[in-house]
């Protein structure tokens, strides 16, 4: 099934080490949830996921394949939107009380500076790294930087694009009469959300009929086909911000949606491939371009995404709102981690390639390490005076 590949980096106020009231600690921990799905959907996609990676070494057994493709066609439904959603939640408080000014300043240096470090400083390691030890191309780093031509490439930061883009977007519409957006102040019920979803579905149907899934817009690394879910996310953010939403959702509402999103996941997706076998249909119907097939993947991807998106915020308000020290550590690590996992997701599956033992039992043991390396060299860098101002 289609899906976007190696995109996933958000940040936001909620990202930083800013104090906040307990009642918000769900945010908190959902932000450290949704950063290990995220080092993990790498690492499914790396040993046989589909989707492409700086470095890959994919099993060929279908029983492997079947499951990977599942969590990471599941993931891509719905942890970049539930990003912008959280990242807009917190933008929408933050520019008043910083002012525009100020906000702008902070926006930049604080999305600019590591949008620069990737793609000059790290995007070429890790290249190297591929281009060295798996590739066998025995030459030094300096001597591959000569002949590398890739220096703007934001990589997994490409959603640090996107969000600083909405947010000077955000700061340029807000500015002219300080507007209001104008929406009801009850919490949305559980069928204006599900209608939400069903419009949704139809407006990525009609934009990847132009935008395909797989299309991308360079140098940014911006999918098209997949920003009218992240737009809606972040506008929604913004709204339930301004007329605290969250708080109005009641529990049995989150295990509703909880339950929409099993029966898409286990009942519905498994339709696509019977679709896709019994009509021998290749797997770029699904990606756009008018056909059928890519409104029946449109309406799985957003209906599903939409489900767990509010099943996640609602049930984490309501059960998950305390935080150990650990989660708490996570959450101040969680930017980091974003900008450094490539570096480790990609070091460990190239040390691997050796091992005899099938890629799929590989990623047993690379996805747990990558996680655990990846939040101990972000919370360590995250001590350091000059980038703990900064990530």
């Not at 996640?312 to 101040?332: D, E, F, P, Y």
């Not at 390490?369 to 000059?386: C, H, I, Q, W």
Request: charged share 10%.
């Amino acid at each position: 099934m289609p899906m976007q590949t190696a995109n996933a980096t958000p940040h936001s106020d909620s990202l930083t080490n800013t104090a906040r009231p307990a009642k918000l600690l769900y945010i908190d921990n959902l932000k450290v949830a949704l950063t290990v799905l995220v080092i993990l959907h790498h690492t499914f996609i790396t040993y046989g996921a589909p989707g492409g990676w700086y470095f890959t070494d994919k099993t060929t057994h279908t029983a492997a394949l079947i499951p990977m493709t599942l969590f990471v066609a599941t993931n891509q439904s719905f942890f970049m939107g539930l990003f912008f959603f959280i990242s807009a939640y917190f933008t929408a408080s933050s520019l008043p009380k910083k002012g525009a000014a100020r906000f702008t300043a902070d926006r930049l240096k604080r999305l600019g500076i590591p949008l620069i470090f990737y793609s000059f400083v790290l995007s070429p390691v890790l290249s190297y790294i591929v281009y060295r030890f798996a590739d066998g191309h025995q030459i030094t780093y300096l001597q591959y930087l000569s002949g590398f031509d890739g220096w703007i490439d934001f990589g997994v930061l490409w959603f640090v694009a996107a969000l600083l883009l909405f947010s000077l977007v955000f700061v340029v519409v807000n500015l002219p009469e300080k507007r209001k957006i104008h929406a009801g102040k009850k919490s949305p019920t559980a069928l204006n959300i599900i209608l939400f979803a069903a419009g949704l579905s139809v407006v990525t149907y009609l934009v990847r009929i132009v935008f395909p899934i797989g299309w991308v817009l360079k140098p940014v690394g911006f999918q098209l086909g997949h920003f009218p879910q992240y737009i809606a996310m972040f506008w929604m953010g913004v709204v339930a911000s301004r007329n605290n939403w969250l708080n109005g959702f009641e529990y049995k509402t989150g295990k509703l949606f909880a339950w929409l999103a099993l029966l898409m996941v286990v009942m519905v997706f498994p339709v696509l491939f019977v679709v896709k076998e019994v009509t021998h249909s290749p797997v770029e119907t699904f990606n756009g371009l008018g056909h059928w097939q890519s409104l029946m993947y449109a309406c799985w991807e957003q209906l599903t995404g939409i489900f767990i998106m509010a099943a996640l915020v609602i049930i984490a308000k309501h059960k998950w709102n305390g935080q150990t020290a650990l989660m708490k550590a996570g959450s101040r690590a969680a930017f980091g981690v974003y900008i450094f996992h490539p570096l480790l997701v990609i070091s460990l599956s190239v040390m691997a390639i050796g091992w005899p033992m099938d890629p799929a039992y590989k990623l047993l043991i690379v996805a747990p390490l990558a996680v655990a390396f990846s939040f101990l060299l972000a919370y360590l860098l995250t001590k350091l005076p000059v980038i703990n101002k900064i990530i």
